[in-house]
């Protein structure tokens, strides 16, 4: 997936790849010969419509060499299951991981496409023995899937929730064994993690992650950043950001160049404190 210029005032995101994956992350290409530091994320990190994303801003603050690999709608499959991502990722001096929701994973009620991970592949039986009285053939998106459960029933969509949870822990589990030197975790969200108690499928990103589950990694990360958007910075809107009139709808619900700031620097500071 890319993002390429089609006329004035819209970015070049100068998509790239490495080695043998067949990921395009946003460019431009890093070197990768000498220390840096690896970043994984959705379409936060990847930064669609803002000039320098996160992990750029990173780099200038910290004067470390940032590779950015955010990955729009990105689910924690699309990382696990690409070698070449994950070998970069075990030479880094630190690696940031971005929490994702547990939406965008394949678990035992469906599975997801391997790259657009917020893409619907199939069904399990299991789901359709649960939801015998639903329809999902025109259903192609987790987010429909699961906001069409939670509409049928509450009780069923419950269980399927649990279901998310569960495979999001053993696959972040996964994910942080096969990376190398420090190990942070990443959240970025309107309020703080929750209590998880509030179970909707209209619920902010990142969906379904709870405190308590970022706990439970705790002991297999160096760090834990959370970031809540500041209300000003949110305020901002679309300032500083570079879209053509088609997008500015979608633009005004991205995240948005303050926040980007906002982020660069409450990592860059625990860079400056905690790491050598």
Request: proline content about 5%; glycine content about 8%; charged content about 25%.
């Amino acid at each position: 997936m890319s993002y390429v210029t089609r006329g004035d005032g819209v970015l070049d995101y100068l998509p790239c790849r490495y080695g043998t994956s067949k990921l395009l992350f946003r460019g431009p290409r890093r070197r990768l010969e000498a220390s840096y530091v690896a970043v994984l994320g959705g379409t936060e990190t990847y930064g669609r419509f803002v000039e320098r994303p996160y992990p750029a801003l990173l780099e200038s603050l910290s004067g470390r060499r940032t590779v950015n690999f955010g990955y729009v709608n990105a689910g924690i499959d699309v990382f696990l299951q690409d070698e070449t991502v994950m070998g970069i990722c075990a030479g880094a001096d630190a690696t940031i991981v971005q929490l994702l929701g547990a939406q965008n994973l394949t678990n035992r009620f469906y599975a997801v496409h391997p790259r657009r991970n917020d893409r619907l592949l199939s069904v399990s039986p299991l789901l359709n023995a649960l939801y015998r009285d639903l329809d999902f053939a025109e259903i192609n998106f987790t987010r429909h899937l699961l906001a069409a459960l939670e509409d049928r029933s509450p009780d069923r969509f419950a269980l399927v929730v649990a279901e998310l949870k569960a495979a999001w822990l053993a696959r972040m589990r996964k994910l942080l064994a096969g990376v190398g030197g420090r190990k942070i975790l990443l959240w970025i969200g309107e309020e703080a993690p929750g209590d998880g108690t509030v179970l909707s499928a209209r619920a902010p990103d990142p969906l379904f992650v709870s405190r308590e589950m970022i706990e439970t990694l705790r002991p297999f990360v160096s760090d834990v950043v959370v970031v809540v958007e500041d209300p000003d910075a949110r305020a901002a809107g679309t300032a500083g950001m570079v879209f053509d009139r088609a997008d500015a709808a979608v633009a005004a619900t991205t995240t948005n160049a303050a926040i980007h700031r906002q982020v660069a620097e409450a990592l860059a500071d625990l860079f400056g404190r905690a790491l050598p």
